[in-house]
């Protein structure tokens, strides 16, 4: 897309934000349920528009500043699809803390990138806490306290 024709008032990442299945968009925190944080669950990335041959899609995961690298996939044709889902497994939620997930574009494998919107996650695995329920030495058969 030529400068020109971007739209006005156009500011940052022109890639469209990734989504975590399970994980509401709404919730800017990220909170990871339990579910998840056992089974895992996959990251959904909008196709990009105008896909060329050689297009390079990474995602990174930033955990206390440090970047790593998740996936790396060059695709050689254009795909007709119009998201991508990649997993994220509970080995990549491990570890509690606030991490940001977000994925670039090098378009024909060459050219600027174009990172996307980060997303964070917050992962905590402290135990749920459980209370035994309580127990009335008078109450009646039916609960009630005489």
Known sequence: MPFNDLPKGAIGPLALPLSVEGIADSDTQ???PRNILINGTRIVIPYWSQPEEKDQLLIFIVRD????TLY???????????????????QHLATDGVVFLYY??????????DPSPKRQLTIDHTPLLTLPEP?????T??????
Request: charged share 10%.
């Open 30 to 32: 990220g909170h990871v």
């Open 104 to 113: 670039m574009i090098w378009k024909g494998s060459g050219g600027n990138d």
């Open 135 to 139: 127990v009335f030495a008078h109450a």
């Open 72 to 90: 790396d996939i060059t695709y050689p044709n254009p795909l007709n699809v119009p998201f991508l889902y990649f997993d994220l497994t509970p």
């Open 65 to 68: 500043g440090i970047e790593t």
């Open 141 to 146: 058969l039916w609960g009630y306290l005489n």
